[in-house]
């Protein structure tokens, strides 16, 4: 299973990511703000993750991380 890290302090929530992910497993957060005030991004089903890092590639500001 591929192990995901966020740098989510420099989330802006815009969502790139998640239309991106072809397992649609990536939501903004409907619980928190990061200090910039905005929902970062937050994986919800980790298991089903397959590694691709189209949500890596995709992000304009280098949040994620994927290793494989
Ligand atoms: S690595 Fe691929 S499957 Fe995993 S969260 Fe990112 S886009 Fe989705
Ligand atoms: S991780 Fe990157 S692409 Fe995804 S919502 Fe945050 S800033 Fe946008």
């Known amino acids: ?12 929530g815009c969502g790139l990511c998640v239309a991106a992910c ?4 990536l939501e903004l957060s409907n619980t928190h703000l990061n200090q910039k005030g905005y ?3 937050k994986l919800m089903k980790p298991e089903e ?11 304009p500001d280098c949040v994620i991380t994927v290793e494989r």
């Open 39 to 41: 929902a970062p991004v």
């Open 49 to 59: 993750c397959i590694g691709c890092a189209a949500c890596a590639t995709m992000c």
């Open 22 to 25: 072809p397992k649609h497993i």
């Open 1 to 12: 299973m591929a192990r995901l890290t966020f740098k989510e302090e420099l989330c802006k």
